[in-house]
Structure formats: structure tokens, C-alpha cells
């Protein structure tokens, strides 16, 4: 452990998004959770086996698509983190991508669920754009298939009723392992993986800092709860980290 540039892990949930004007889609009380209908959307098994919650899927997407999300300063807090020469690695649950354009080298963030910015064939593995994909929906295919083998188009997030990858989990823990601060930014930390990491940094001696609207269950065992606003407690964290508090 490094007194001096103290490595700093950031588990981010919907919370940090939502100031960026994106609802929480995925959480226990998400959008998608609240609504049986829209959860089909995003469940593996009805998307695969039923063209009509696909073209609906499909919709749902171009809306969502619609309304360009930017960075805020909760994200470009973060960025300064890296900046400023502190070993910074970003866990997020979120797919919308926001970690990168704020400015964080793609390396430096795992994406738990994985990303919204992609698709793949069901079939036959074939990568995409989503923003291309898109753009097949805009232009009149209401479920567009695998250019390749005609296969189910699907966004490379995971999906409801899908595993986790077991290899973006095994590294998640290696750096919640390796890491000196755990900062859990907007994430309720009840769904698992996120529910496990504090943890597994805990039992390695990790100082774990807690910025989330309600409370998480690891409030008690936090150095230190904030419950401000995202977009001012995480700037003000991060100039308290970077002048070595
Ligand atoms: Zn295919």
C-alpha cells in the first residue's frame, strides 16, 4: 500500500447517469423493473424467441438513442482523478458509455453490464454499431438481422435472465482486491456483482467511501457516507484525494 498514489477503485451505479438525463433502466426500482412490459424488452428469453418484443425493442432504443446523453461532472471529476496521477480504475454497471467520453482511456474501464454502444449477432458472434444498427430501424427494418448468417441482432449488454461474463467479474474483484480506495459512487450496492466488491476491498483493508442518495447496505462499515449530489460531492472528493486526504 502507497501512501503516496493510493490506488483507487470507482464502482459506478445508475446514480451517476441520472444527472446526465438517463433514468435508471437496470436497478431494482429501474424503469424496466417497474414495468413487466418493458422488462420483457431486456429479457433474454422473449427478446430471442418473439419478433414482436424485438421490433418493439427495437423502438424502445431509437428513443432512448434520441436523447444524447453528455458527461457530467460527477464523470469528469473522475477524469481529473487520472489527470491529476492517481491509478484509477473505473467499475461501472452502467452501458451508456459516459466513463469514456468524459475522457477515461477505454482500458481503464470495466463494463460490469457491458455496453449499449455495440451489437452482436445471436448466432453467429458478429460485432456492430448500435448507432448503425439504428440506423437500419431508422430506415425501415424494424428488427434488422445479422448481415452475416441472418441471425437475431441483440445490444452487447447484459441482458435480464443472462450470466454475468465470468471473466469482467474475475477482474472486477482483482482490482477491488488490489485497490487502496473503494469509492461506490450511485450504485444501491444490493445487486451482485456490485454487492460483492466493497467487500472483497474491505477484507484487504481498503478505505471504502460511499457517495449514494439513500443509504446502501455499507454505510456501517464506510470510512465515509456522502449523500450530496453526484455532481458536487464527487468534484469535492476528488480535489480532497488528489491534495492526498
Ligand atoms: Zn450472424
Known amino acids: 500500500m502507497t501512501a503516496q498514489r493510493p490506488m483507487i477503485a470507482v464502482l459506478t451505479g445508475a446514480g451517476i447517469s441520472t444527472a446526465s438525463g438517463i433514468p435508471d433502466y437496470r436497478g431494482p426500482r429501474g424503469v424496466w423493473r417497474q414495468d413487466p412490459t418493458a422488462e420483457r424488452l431486456v429479457t433474454i428469453g422473449p427478446y430471442l ?24 461532472a460527477g464523470h469528469l471529476a473522475l477524469v481529473e482523478l487520472e489527470r491529476g496521477g492517481l491509478p484509477v480504475r473505473v467499475l461501472t454497471q452502467n452501458v451508456d458509455g459516459l466513463h469514456q467520453r468524459s475522457g477515461l482511456p477505454a482500458h481503464k ?18 460485432r456492430g454499431g ?40 474475475g477482474q472486477a474483484e482483482i482490482i477491488a ?8 459512487i ?27 442518495g439513500e443509504p446502501t447496505p455499507y454505510d456501517a462499515l464506510a470510512a465515509e457516507v456522502i449523500r ?5 460531492a464527487v468534484p469535492a472528493l476528488v480535489r480532497r484525494l488528489l491534495a492526498g486526504e
Not at 51 to 69: C, F, K, N, S, T
Not at 177 to 184: E, K, M, P, Q
Not at 228 to 232: A, F, H, K, T
Open 177 to 184: 482486491r488490489a485497490c487502496d480506495v473503494f469509492l461506490a
Open 130 to 169: 448500435m448507432a448503425e444498427a439504428l440506423a437500419r430501424v431508422t430506415a425501415g427494418e424494424d428488427d434488422p438481422a445479422c448481415r452475416a448468417c441472418g441471425g437475431v441482432l441483440r445490444p452487447c449488454t447484459v441482458m435480464f435472465g443472462e450470466p454475468l461474463d465470468p471473466t469482467v467479474i
Open 49 to 72: 424467441a418473439e419478433p414482436e418484443v424485438r421490433r418493439r425493442a427495437w423502438r424502445m432504443r431509437l428513443d432512448i438513442g434520441a436523447h444524447a446523453a453528455r458527461p457530467n
Open 228 to 232: 450530496e449530489p453526484i455532481e458536487e
Open 109 to 126: 474501464v470495466l463494463e460490469l453490464h457491458g455496453t449499449a454502444a455495440e451489437v452482436r449477432c445471436a448466432g453467429c458472434g458478429d
Open 186 to 212: 450511485g450504485s444501491s450496492l444490493q445487486v451482485y456483482p456490485a454487492a460483492a466488491l466493497p467487500l472483497i476491498a474491505l477484507k484487504e483493508g481498503a478505505r471504502l467511501i460511499v457517495v449514494n
